[in-house]
């Protein structure tokens, strides 16, 4: 029949009703978008997969290096252990809910970890004599000085500190590309976009053509076209990706996680025995700083004098599953580095199944014929003179420019991470981990050092990172307010954005 009736297929003599062209043009749509749709969950399933596999070995060296500290710190310290359990499964609480994004000043714990176990310790090893909490802070304040656990402290938080850091963003970076592209894969079709693909998937039919292919660069400018604001990602996930992998060698070099992670029940156990070792001189120096304290009226208590036998504490590496994790992630986020410039030439070979760019015979979107028009750029300001699309390049896409700069905060973070500096997490996890130290402790002066030097502050309510000021060192760095830092950010995108 006359094709006058046809408003989107051209009006030649065609086999399609109105009715027909409207049912074609919502199949194209939702076809297409599946499509989109599909091609995310590929990218999701890579990144969480590579998660969760980092993810489950992180744990697991955590919980082995506790479980280790558990079977054997009975048997070699006896009631220096039992009477302090708490210290310790304190420390490796707050260090979970560090890495599972918590906002806790990692360094901050772990000194209030080794200040409450040097009180505990010191009460214990002198019970002979009455020491208050005022003695207490006046043994704490000498600490640093005396250096009653040597230099497992110092060293620890510094290589705990990195290790952490890193860990926690390589984690977190995977979750955040895979939010990513869920998020942008969902952004629906605008009408011109609608068209343009019921042009190019079903003209065909109604011209009586279902089996000539659309010509492979009529659909590229299609897809181009239709994913100019997916494409403008390119740049900012290629740093994702990239500062993924730069944090990945880290991990599996200077800032080892096998290593440091791995050994944490056996620095403490170092730590111990130097203060041991050295009970009498470092008890000699806090008497000389602090004065005699009194007698205990109640004599020695039944501190164990010595170690009930000496366990060796090992730790079983795990380097080679820690560097194959770190191969296979490598070689999985090469292949998406390109992912959504790609996506145009990997949707028309794949799913629509354009013809070849030399063909004389496919449907280039009036008839069967070549398709001479040159093939458009990447990225939405390249689509001002798209032949197939018209395109609003002066209104780019919310949705997927609030995408573009949660990944520039990401490879903040992770550029942070590689330096060793700490970023501060929105708070996701508080809830549900539920493992918090210090609330619950029922010591008197667990209780004062707690609320004299918290390890956890309340979580930041702005989505930007905040500097914390905590760098590998020590050192703390100049901090920026947080409104000053949003509008920084929010500056430099829009100066990427506009150019």
């Given amino acids: 029949i006359l094709g006058e009736h046809l408003r989107i297929c051209p009006q030649g003599y065609t086999c399609c009703t109105s009715e027909m062209e409207e049912n074609f043009a919502n199949k194209s749509r939702s076809e297409f978008e599946a499509m989109m749709k599909e091609a995310g969950r590929s990218v999701q399933t890579t990144l969480t997969a590579q ?144 068209r343009a693909i019921m042009k190019l998937m079903y003209c065909p039919h109604c011209r009586g053509m279902s089996s000539v292919k659309p010509c492979n660069n009529y659909c590229l400018n299609v897809v181009k076209g239709c994913l100019a604001n997916q494409a403008d990602l390119n740049t900012e996930w290629k740093y994702l990706m990239d500062s993924l992998m730069v944090v990945a060698d880290r991990i599996d070099g200077p800032y080892n996680v096998d290593t440091v992670i791995g050994t944490i029940h056996m620095r403490i156990s170092e730590a111990i025995s130097n203060l041991q070792e050295n009970k009498d001189s470092i008890t000699a120096k806090v008497f000389q700083g602090c004065g005699n304290p009194r007698i205990s009226t109640k004599g020695s208590s039944s501190e164990d004098k010595k170690r009930r036998g000496k366990v060796a504490l090992e730790a079983k590496s795990s380097a080679q599953a820690l560097e194959m994790l770190v191969l296979d992630a490598k070689g999985n986020l090469t292949a998406l580095k390109t992912y959504w410039i790609t996506l145009p030439s990997s949707l028309c ?63 903040n973070r992770l550029g942070n991470a590689n330096i060793g500096n700490d970023v501060d997490f929105q708070d ?31 979580p930041e309510t702005h989505a930007i990172p905040k500097q914390s000021g905590h760098g590998i060192n020590g050192a703390s760095s100049r901090s920026l307010p947080s409104a000053f830092l949003l509008l920084s950010v929010a500056f430099s995108a829009a100066q990427h954005l506009w150019r």
């Fill in 51 to 194: 998660h969760r596999s980092f993810d489950s070995y992180f744990q697991d060296l955590l919980n082995k290096s506790e479980k280790a500290l558990y079977d054997a710190f009975p048997s070699m310290y006896g009631e220096l252990y039992t009477q302090n359990m708490k210290v310790f499964k304190d420390l490796y609480s707050e260090l979970r809910r560090y890495y599972r994004g918590s906002n806790i000043n990692l360094e901050e714990a772990l000194n209030e970890f080794w200040t409450r176990l040097l009180e505990r310790l010191f009460k214990l090893m002198n019970p002979q004599y009455q020491i208050t909490d005022e003695y207490l802070d006046c043994m704490v304040k000498h600490a640093e000085q005396h250096k009653p656990f040597g230099e497992v402290p110092r060293d620890l938080k510094m290589k705990a500190t990195r290790a952490f850091i890193v860990a926690r963003s390589y984690a977190q970076g995977f979750l955040v590309g895979s939010d990513v592209v869920k998020k942008v894969s969902q952004v629906s079709l605008s009408h011109e976009c609608t």
């Fill in 349 to 411: 070979s794949k799913k629509v199944m354009a013809s070849s760019a030399a063909d004389d015979k496919c449907w280039n979107g009036m008839t069967k014929g070549s398709y001479l028009p040159e093939v458009m750029g990447d990225g939405l300001a390249n689509q001002i003179n798209n032949p197939e699309v018209e395109v609003d390049i002066t209104k780019p896409d919310m949705t997927i420019r609030q995408q573009i700069m949660q990944l520039k905060i990401m490879t």
């Fill in 428 to 458: 996701a996890s508080d809830d549900m981990s539920g493992s918090g130290s210090g609330d619950s402790c029922p010591d008197d002066v667990c209780g004062k050092r707690l609320s004299k030097s918290p390890s956890t502050r309340q």
